[in-house]
């Protein structure tokens, strides 16, 4: 039962990872830029769905006006931040990015205060036993959410207009720009929906560990990142199984060579020992 | 005359698509050879395959004899190709002289810990100013590229490939851009490269350039060969007035 | 000089180092690095436990100096081969496996760090001196190194990768030898500071000491020496002189990384040339 307990905290912890590095690899493959500051949205949005919960009293209006400030917040770092200096070497943009997070980060912690927030009464904390393996109602919600919002990411970029558009606009943008793709839009949209799923896996971790704290976003962010070159730089379905796949190993380490390396470290010395033996990452795009 | 250049089952696939499907094509020593062809043909593919910067499905290349097939970029380059690039890359931080003497100084860079202890760039920046004075273009030597007109980066391209000493210049579309006049009269500085000695092979879209400074054609069409000889006789072959007629 | 503006000078002394290195691999070869403070790391241990069993003070800078470098020209292999994005993340994830790694060992102290480093047998003035030197060696060799064949050759790789191999240049070589030096040159700066504070914890070398180190190469104008000096004393001394910002350190340095690259890519070093500039038009 231990293997089957671990292969689903790994699988929850594994979509959580896609759910924030798949924003990540969208705004890499459109403008190529390192988006460090996308965690910061993931924290943004977990403040602000833990603060909006507490207000309204519902989790799912929390969720969703957490979505839509992270996503606009995304937008907003779009055409303030990046658009001016696109034309710009790439370490201009990457560094600049790093500041925003830091910047971000030391925000919370003097508006929120260093130890963090709580839900005043944290939602969906029963256990639920199924076969003998333990989980909490928010585990699961968390896992059916992941899912859910991975298949709606899936049917908007092969199914909609706006998402071949998007696709197209990686693949080459002025191409797709003789075919009436406004490349501009695809960028707020790409911003907009991937900040947004940042806020909601925020959400859900704080739901998790029932806290937000100004550092969160840290970890998750610098483990996306390295998903990211996992999958591929760029490529969709490489992040996704590139995620699961780090989630599972990290479980799994943490029992077995835990003595080692911690937690955290485990996910570089993956990417490391991948890319010594396929330097194009998991899944090339090309 | 002798064959410099020989590149044979040259196949080149990008995801599912095929950019070059087993073309053949050869350059001899000393001769003028346009390679052309319609948008989509795979002659910029063709260039890069031959330096190396797209790595083939399948491809033989054999330059002077010496197989350069596996050989990474930078010593394809050593060993007598030269490339200029269809849309200008200078070196932004660079002057124009600077951007020349780099590349005559390619043997001082060679080996990484004696360039730690070279200094000198006196020899170079001279060879690089005879180079400048071939295209036509000392007189900007000291400024910096960010604002020089197309006509002149242009020529800066072609003046850095020849300071690389090659055996075989590759142009890469070098009249693109340029207006009727200007385009004949660098044509008239590469006819002129040309007949000091230098093997050319350049991709041009500029079919009256083409046919004025051309030895021989190759063409290629959707990824294969389609004609090859002389250039009046090539353009009287039915396949290639098709192809060009859109046919 | 009274001992506070001592050893605050010998701290300056150490980041300036590390800055000055850290501009050699993203100032002259245009490839970034976030993980440097690793590097450091790497030499301020292997200085510490040498110097812990005996060896004298100049096999253990050396030591430290080559091991990081030996480190780091593997670390340059594995993730220069194919794009340059990947170095940027390799880096930081190398910045996160060192104090992971560091964190778990008992020979390298665990959390608790190395503490009873033996002092470098000089006093603190003297000892200063001995930094100075090698501030000033860091800061000739960059010179030295940006007037020859290796710096035009950098100058090319950070302008344009592609163009370079076009004209014959083994591309790849030389950026894992920019990557070696700085990266040893960080070794040498980790084996001055373990000496000089004589107890190092693992978190002294993690990702913000990393971004800190950027920030002063960023700051100073990305490629510039003098920039990049004049912004690490700056940006040195800014949290001890102002004592009441310590707090907001952090902030403050987020806030400058970003406006710097926002509205003045060029740091320091490209204000200085726009004023200069100026004054030439009128």
């Known amino acids: 039962m231990l293997y089957i307990e671990l292969f689903i905290q790994g699988l929850i912890q594994g979509s959580t990872y896609a759910i924030i590095a798949v924003g990540l690899t969208l705004v890499y493959g459109l403008l190529r830029v390192l988006h460090v500051a996308h965690a910061g949205l993931f924290t943004l949005g977990a403040y602000l769905g833990v603060i909006l919960t507490n207000q309204t009293g519902s989790l799912t209006a929390g969720i969703f006006l957490a979505a839509i400030g992270s996503g606009v917040m995304g937008m907003a770092i779009y055409r303030l931040v990046y658009e001016p200096i696109l034309n ?13 997070y830091i910047g971000m980060e030391e925000l919370f912690r003097l508006v929120f205060g260093p130890f963090g927030l709580s839900f005043v009464s944290a939602p969906l904390q029963s256990v639920v036993v199924f ?16 899912i859910i919002l991975l298949g709606i990411l899936a049917w908007i970029s092969q199914r909609t207009r706006i998402g071949i558009g998007w696709r197209a606009t990686v693949d080459d943008p002025e191409i797709s720009a003789c075919f009436g793709i406004d490349p501009v839009r695809v960028r707020y949209l790409v911003f907009f929906m991937g900040s947004a799923l ?3 896996a925020g959400v859900l971790v704080a739901l998790l560990s029932n806290l937000v704290e100004p550092t969160m976003g840290a970890v998750p962010s610098y483990k996306s990142l390295a998903i990211i070159v996992l999958g591929g730089l760029g490529n969709v379905t490489g992040t996704l199984i590139a995620s699961l796949a780090l989630g599972i190993i990290e479980a799994f380490g943490t029992i077995y060579v835990g003595n080692l390396l911690d937690r955290d470290a485990i996910a570089f010395a993956f ?5 010594m033996i396929k330097p194009t990452g998991l899944f090339a795009s090309r | 005359m002798t064959t410099i250049l020989l590149a044979e089952y040259v ?11 087993n073309v053949h094509f050869f350059v001899e020593d000393g001769e003028f050879l346009s390679l052309i062809g319609p948008n989509g043909a795979g002659k910029t593919t063709l260039l890069n395959a031959i330096t190396g910067v797209v790595a083939p499905v399948r491809a033989s290349l054999k330059l002077g004899g010496d197989d350069i097939s596996n050989l990474p970029t930078h010593k394809r380059i050593r060993m007598g190709l030269a490339l200029t690039h269809q849309i200008v890359r200078p070196f932004t931080s660079m002057t124009v002289l600077e951007n020349v003497a780099f590349a005559a100084g390619f043997k001082k860079v060679k080996r990484i810990l004696s360039s730690l202890v070279t200094f000198n760039r ?8 005879k180079f400048l004075e071939v295209v036509g273009i000392e007189k900007y030597k000291d400024q910096k590229v960010s604002k020089l007109p197309l006509g002149v980066l242009k020529r800066l391209e072609v003046a850095r490939a020849l300071a690389v000493e090659p055996k075989i210049l590759l142009l890469d579309e070098p009249l693109a851009g340029l207006n009727s006049q200007e385009a004949g009269k660098l044509a008239d500085t590469i006819k002129g490269i040309s007949k000091l000695g230098m093997t050319i092979v350049m991709i041009e879209h500029n079919l009256s350039e083409v046919l004025r400074i051309s030895d021989r054609l190759h063409v290629l069409d959707n990824g294969r060969d389609l004609a090859e000889g002389e250039p009046k006789s090539v353009m009287k072959m039915p396949q290639v007035r098709a192809a060009y007629l859109g046919g | 000089m009274g001992l506070y503006e001592i050893s605050l000078a010998t701290v300056v002394g150490i980041n300036i180092i590390l800055a000055v290195s850290l501009n050699l691999i993203t100032g002259y070869c245009g490839q970034i690095s976030l993980g440097h403070a690793a590097f450091f790391g790497i030499g301020a241990y292997t200085a510490a436990l040498l110097a812990k069993i005996g060896w004298p003070i100049y096999l253990t800078l050396g030591a430290g100096f080559l091991l990081a470098g030996i480190v780091g020209a593997v670390i340059g292999l594995t993730s220069l081969r194919v794009r340059e994005d990947f170095l940027a993340i390799v880096t930081m994830g190398v910045a996160f496996l060192f104090v992971g790694i560091v964190r778990q060992q008992e020979f390298l102290g665990g959390e608790m760090g190395i503490s009873g480093i033996p002092s470098p047998g000089m006093e603190k003035p003297a000892y200063l001196c001995l930094v100075l030197i090698f501030v000033l060696l860091a800061i000739l060799f960059s010179w030295y190194v940006k007037r020859s064949w290796m710096g035009y050759a950098f100058d090319a790789v950070a302008d344009d990768e592609q163009t370079a191999k076009t004209l014959g240049l083994d591309v790849k070589s030389y950026k894992i030898t920019a990557f070696a030096m700085g990266t040893a040159m960080a070794g040498l700066a980790g084996g001055l500071y373990a000496y000089y504070t004589r107890f190092i914890i693992p978190d002294v070398f993690g990702f913000i000491q990393s971004i800190t180190i950027l920030s002063m190469v960023a700051v100073g104008g990305i490629g510039s020496i003098f920039g990049v000096v004049l912004a690490t004393i700056f ?5 001890e002189i102002f004592r009441f910002i310590n707090d907001y350190k952090l902030l403050l340095y987020g806030i400058l990384l970003f406006s710097v690259m926002r509205f003045a890519p060029d740091g320091l070093a490209g204000f200085y040339k726009m004023l200069y500039k100026k004054r030439n038009l009128r």
């Open chain 1, 88 to 100: 710009r070497p790439p370490h201009v943009a990457l560094i600049a990015s790093i500041g925003l």
């Open chain 1, 131 to 146: 076969f003998d393996i333990h989980l909490r109602a928010c585990q699961i919600i968390t896992m059916i959410t992941n």
């Open chain 1, 198 to 200: 940042a806020a909601v």
């Open chain 1, 271 to 275: 990417l490391i020992v991948v890319l």
């Open chain 2, 11 to 21: 196949t080149v696939k990008f995801g599912g698509l095929t950019a070059l499907d």
């Open chain 2, 122 to 129: 006196m020899q170079e920046k001279n060879k690089a100013t």
């Open chain 3, 235 to 239: 940006l040195s001394l800014m949290p």
